[in-house]
């Protein structure tokens, strides 16, 4: 930009000056041709006033383009720099959109992997490794390589997940067992159980509870189940203290 103006002045000037040194120097030719002497000057004046004209944007933006440079900014880089952020962000929205497919494709694998291995006799696998190693996964590598021999190449995020979700069914299976022995009708009588059975730590296990109930189809508000709790605990600790005062 500030080559143009530069060009655009001196340009102007240059040929002005060069038509005056003409005209000077052909004189007395310029006298017998009037007319066109008249037009070259003309031309000659036109051109020096685009050149002064000119030089003074020129000195604008050359003061304006050393301000901003001092601060580590530019007139001209700007348009690049912006040209780059739009080519890095449809880089990074293919990139993404890439990896979405990827990520898409894989878990229709995972679930097709995963419906294949509950149907199939391999299930069993699953539930032996989850059964003898209940606090850390130990051989998960040996596991992993188990399960692809038997044609179920689950990658290890997925392998968690499938883990996971076995130890969460036998734990719960295993809390429901504790309900079973005693005839239940109400939500009071489960409550009654379920504290006995897991006392002040009762909340840890709130979810497998509010499962119970659902399957039993008993009637009750998820939102006030920790209402119906409490209500029991008082019931329950006024009981405690009214047999204690019949003892005495």
């Given amino acids: 930009m500030g080559i143009i103006f530069l060009i655009l002045w001196i340009g102007p000037c240059s040929i002005g000056t060069v038509n005056l040194l003409i005209e000077s120097e052909n004189y007395d030719k310029v006298l017998k041709y009037r007319i066109g002497g008249a037009e070259n000057s003309k031309l000659t004046n036109t ?9 003074f944007p020129f000195i604008f933006f050359l003061s304006l383009h050393s301000e901003r440079k001092k601060r580590g900014q530019s007139l001209f880089k700007r348009q690049t720099r912006k040209k780059v952020e739009r080519k890095e962000e449809s880089l990074r929205k293919k990139d993404q959109k890439e990896w979405e497919k990827q990520k898409k494709e894989r878990r229709k694998i995972f679930e097709r992997n995963t419906m294949m291995l509950e149907s199939s006799p391999h299930k069993k696998l699953i539930e032996r490794f989850v059964t003898t190693n209940r606090s850390t996964w130990a051989n ?3 596991f992993k390589q188990l399960l692809q021999s038997k044609g179920f190449d689950f990658e290890y995020t997925e392998l968690d997940i499938i883990i996971d979700e076995e130890r969460q069914r ?3 299976e295993k809390f429901k067992r504790t309900f079973l022995h005693d005839e ?10 379920f504290l006995d059975s897991y006392g002040e730590q009762y909340s840890e296990h709130i979810d497998f509870f509010v499962r119970l109930l659902k399957e039993q ?15 029991v605990i008082r019931e329950l600790d006024l009981e405690k203290y009214e047999k204690q005062l019949l003892h005495l």
């Fill in 47 to 55: 051109l020096i006033k685009i050149g002064v004209i000119s030089f």
């Fill in 140 to 142: 998960v590598d040996k």
């Fill in 170 to 172: 036998q734990e719960y």
């Fill in 184 to 193: 239940l009708n109400e939500i009071r009588d489960y409550i009654v159980d």
């Fill in 217 to 231: 189809k008993i009637d009750f508000q998820k939102d006030e189940i920790e209402n119906h709790i409490q209500k």
